[in-house]
């Protein structure tokens, strides 16, 4: 009997290890997944929006912002190029440079982003959002965390078109109440 | 005393565990400098991290934290942390725009026909002077400046960072200036008002040795501007020996061809949408 117990308590104890190792490894992948987006595209204006870009907005989006959670966390600058331009690119780089001067990263767990079309402009070349995001936001300095924090943020989101994508021009994060 | 050295513990805890407190204004402007109040003792590190920048330094903790007005200068979400021996701890706080102070002005097209009704848009970011966008501001005053006319203006409201206006473009081609101003900062962009689609072309045509010389008059829009050099005219001819078309483009006003022909021939010409008389020739 107390054989049967001990193989129990051991089996118990390799489980909770293994779901130890399991979430691990999902933290440190994290921003190797796409972040998942919902886009709401019903109160857009004052261009009606195609039926391409209101597809391509959403996947472009997510995947800004996977490329931002993998430049913050390797400070890697260079990976900014792909999605992101103007202020955005600019700010963002800033940040990753300063935060290789600092020796820290942080790391993102993306929980998904309630995105919504506010302004389409007539001529079809900027569009902004407001977008909800839902992450937990680490802070390094070196291997160490300093900071381990759920946000739950406002953002408002300039995007215009490039050549096969839509890419970020402004990216600013707004307090509480309603912009 | 048996029931005081719980407390007393509990104290000293929570003594501890708020050493390394921080107490950032809830809310800063963008460009300003702020003080943050810090407790706890001794040597600490002092973490702001903000859209655009990190900052790391050696502090003491128990004194105010001096943050330049530099280092906040874009508005978003900073995250202030000190670390000392026993722990971190750490405060958020946002940093929103500074006074409304630049305008981005996008006109479209650059290039528009006359009389295009809501033909050109013309959209106004606000931003302060740090680049912020500015999401409550006062109206954007947008002014259209004709080359020989009189400006004439209006205000539009800002939503979300955001005016905008469409315009209808002039009867007269001709350069016009679009406007946009917000406080002490204004943006102006330069439209091309060009003639519209060719307005009642007409053609006229002489035997020359070669078949016959089919020439435009004058061509214009329906305003009178004359169309630009290079929009084209399709001239086509039919005759026994079939259908023929050529495209010709407009120089110094007009559009001429030699059509190869010796009996009886009729001729059209085109442009864009716009089709004209038609010729009997020959014969």
């Not at chain 1, 900014?80 to 767990?109: C, N, P, W």
């Not at chain 2, 350069?175 to 962009?189: C, L, Q, S």
């Not at chain 2, 010389?213 to 329906?222: A, F, G, S, Y």
């Amino acid at each position: 009997m107390s054989v049967a117990l001990r193989y129990c308590v051991l089996a118990v104890g390799l489980a909770g290890l293994l779901c130890a190792i399991a979430v691990l490894h999902l933290r440190a992948s994290a921003s190797d997944e796409v972040p998942r987006v919902q886009f709401n595209a019903k109160n857009v204006g004052p261009r009606a929006i195609e039926d391409l870009t209101s597809q391509h907005i959403p996947r472009d989006y997510a995947l800004a912002w996977q490329t931002m959670e993998q430049a913050l966390e390797r400070n890697r600058p260079d990976l900014l190029d792909a999605y992101f331009t103007g202020f955005a690119k600019e700010d963002l780089t800033k940040r990753v440079r300063s935060q290789i001067r600092a020796g820290m990263h942080v790391r993102y767990q993306d929980r998904g982003h309630h995105l919504e079309g506010i302004f389409y402009a007539p001529a079809g070349d900027v569009m902004e959002l407001h977008d909800r995001a839902q992450l937990d936001l680490q802070i390094y300095d070196g291997g160490k965390v300093i900071y381990d924090e759920p946000i739950d943020a406002q953002y408002v989101v300039l995007m215009t078109p490039g050549a096969d994508r839509w890419l970020v021009r402004k990216l600013q994060a707004v307090s509480g109440e309603k912009p | 005393m048996r029931k005081t050295t719980p407390f007393l513990i509990l104290m000293a805890a929570a003594w501890s565990a708020g050493a390394a407190d921080l107490h950032p204004p809830a809310q800063t402007t963008a460009g300003n400098p702020i003080s943050i109040a810090s407790s706890g003792a001794g040597d600490a590190t002092f973490y702001l991290i903000g859209p655009a920048s990190v900052i790391k330094r050696q502090v003491k903790a128990g004194t105010d934290i001096a943050v330049d007005g530099d280092d906040l200068q874009n508005s978003g979400r900073y995250v202030a942390i000190l670390c000392g021996s026993d722990g971190c701890g750490s405060s958020p706080f946002f940093v929103t725009p500074a006074a409304p102070n630049r305008v981005s002005l996008q006109v479209h097209p650059s290039r528009v026909p006359v009389g295009s009704v809501n033909g050109i848009s013309a959209v106004a970011f606000v931003f302060d002077n740090l680049h912020n966008l500015v999401l409550k501001s006062p109206p954007v005053k947008f002014s259209i400046l004709p080359k020989d006319g009189r400006e004439v203006s209006a205000d539009r409201p800002v939503e979300n960072a955001i005016a905008w206006v469409r315009l209808t473009s002039a009867r007269k081609e001709g350069t016009t200036k679009i406007g946009a101003a917000i406080g002490h900062a204004d943006e102006v962009r330069v439209v091309e008002q060009v003639a519209a689609e060719a307005c009642n072309l007409r053609i006229h045509a002489n035997r020359d040795k070669n078949g016959f010389l089919v020439e435009t008059d004058p061509v214009r829009d329906c305003s009178g501007n004359p169309v630009p050099d290079g929009t084209v005219v399709s001239f086509t001819m039919s005759d026994s020996a079939g259908k023929s078309t050529v495209d010709v483009p407009i120089k110094r006003g007009v559009a001429k061809i030699t059509m190869p022909s010796k009996g009886r021939a009729r001729i059209s010409a085109a442009s864009g949408v716009v089709t004209g008389n038609e010729l009997e020739v020959g014969g």
